[in-house]
């Protein structure tokens, strides 16, 4: 199994632009989310997905929207990318979803440089 | 919302020393606390996770802490090892849709051999 797999691994945009981060599972989990990490914030949730067709916002969802494609695939997508926006974006996965309290699986991570 | 704050944010060790790593929280409902690790470039992956009815949880050399009257837990690393160098997080979980987590600044711990 791949587990979380990320893509691009690193991109540069210019402010303005627009692009989507993809994130993929195959561990059959119900819910995926998206991280963002900056230096001395930790990581902030920016939306998730507790389960296939159903997406909410997290702690810092301004200037993001996300799909959950299917079961194991889930986006995000930047409209018009500005610096603050610059950041590494982590997806992670859980296995049951809900409300349950379980163990959370990183993705490797997409640097994102937005100039 | 939850706010959890983690201190101290670089800690130095020498090899075979102990740390600790102590994060407090704000919301008295939360009664999930894990703790990650991130090693250099890579991702944060789970060491070891402990609930509000456990006051205490051990796994080999790493430990937690939560004291829920206080809102706050630790981590505790024993004999620690070069290999432990790595960033950790703290987090809280008040059960709500979605499992959603509140993850503290982080502490880059480094161990010196």
């Known amino acids: 199994n791949a587990g979380v797999t990320q893509t691009p691994k690193f991109q540069v945009l210019k402010t303005g632009q627009s692009m989507t981060l993809q994130c993929a599972q195959d561990?059959?989990?119900?819910?995926m989310y998206w991280y963002r990490q900056d230096p001395g914030m930790g990581l902030r949730l920016i939306y998730y997905?507790?389960?296939?067709?159903?997406?909410d916002k997290g702690e810092v969802p301004n200037g993001y929207n996300v799909s959950r494609l299917n079961k194991r695939e889930f986006s995000l997508r930047l409209e018009s990318a500005a610096p603050s926006q610059t950041s590494v974006y982590f997806c992670?996965?859980?296995?049951?979803?809900?409300?349950?309290?379980?163990?959370?699986?990183f993705g490797p991570g997409t640097r994102l440089l937005v100039l | 919302g939850e706010n959890v704050e983690q201190h101290p944010s670089t800690l130095s060790v020498q090899e075979g020393d102990s740390a600790v790593i102590k994060c407090t929280y704000s919301?008295?409902?939360?009664?999930?606390f894990p703790w990650y690790k991130q090693e250099l470039g890579k991702r944060p992956q789970l060491i070891i996770d402990?609930?509000?009815?456990?006051g205490e949880k051990k796994d080999q050399r790493i430990a937690v802490t939560l004291n829920k009257t206080a809102k706050h837990f630790s981590l505790h690393i024993t004999e620690t090892q070069p290999e432990d160098s790595a960033v950790y997080f703290c987090?809280?979980?008040?059960?709500?849709?979605?499992?959603?987590?509140?993850f503290g600044g982080g502490t880059r711990l480094m161990v010196k051999p």
């Open positions: 997905s507790a389960s296939e067709g159903t997406t």
């Open positions: 919301d008295s409902a939360s009664n999930y």
């Open positions: 402990i609930r509000s009815n456990v």
């Open positions: 987090a809280a979980s008040r059960g709500n849709a979605g499992n959603m987590l509140t």
């Open positions: 992670a996965s859980s296995e049951l979803g809900g409300m349950i309290q379980e163990t959370q699986y």
């Open positions: 561990m059959n989990h119900n819910s």
